[in-house]
């Protein structure tokens, strides 16, 4: 197994942004800003993106957006930068289905979530993961999970199961458990590129092996999560140290209220008209508002 502070197998680069969908006054997808926002977060430091995931809104976006807006994206951005599609369900077919498509539509990996609501016992998680990577096999696969959201977890036990397919290459932790990237490298080693999925946990999880970070955070401090990586790499780590505790009060408030209302908000406060989310998210109150752009003054000013 590979035990060295920088895994050597990252497949993705290491910091991807897990990008917002733009949309103007009627609540159409805004192509055009998408476009843009995504040129801006790549010279802001992100190696890849990631687009229709749940920053970008996915379950209220049809699938024909969410091609669309794969295309858009990964033409901005050109060769160079890894594109994501979001394209799990909770439904395995259509899984396969927004799978297979996003990989004729050019994009570079998918992120493929654990299925939601209807909590499939680890059988049936192997089966619909086995499945997705045997339809779309020359499509590099970042499995997705994220308990809080979908009512179940997938267990890192399956995830050593599913390795045999050669696709299944990557996996985002968002469980908020610190231990999952632990016990996924005692049992995957370093088969497996694993991302932190909260800012917050992102000098910890390098920590204990993860390669790199899906942010949130990075449409704003792109530059300083960045950094926090390279400090950690290089071995500086009272740098990355400074600059994890200085971004602390921004990535809570991006997630005081249900991600990505804040997001949103605070793209708009520094020039970004993404728009509102989608219903039934609603926007950010103006309290919380004024007090994210005193967070965001406080870090500009330093």
Known sequence: MNTSCDPAFVPFGRLLTAMVTP???????????????????????????????TTGESPTLSWEEQYQLLETVKNAVGEDIKVLAGTGSNSTSEAIEATVKAADAGADGALVVVPYYNKPPQEGLEAHFRDIAHAASDLPLMLYNIPSRTGCSLAPSTVERLLDCENIISFKAASGNINEVTDLRILCGSKLAIYSGDDALLLPMLSVGAVGVVSVASHIVGQSIKMIIE??????????????????????ALFAKTNPIPVKAALELIGWPVGAPRSPLTPLNNQMKQELMTIISALRST
């Open 23 to 53: 949309f103007d006054q009627d609540g159409s997808v805004d192509f055009d800003l998408a476009a843009r926002l995504a040129s801006f977060l790549v010279d802001q430091g992100s190696d890849g993106l990631v687009v229709c995931g």
């Open 231 to 252: 400090a950690y790499l290089t071995g500086q780590c009272s740098l990355a140290i400074e600059h994890h505790e200085q971004l602390q009060p921004l990535f809570k």
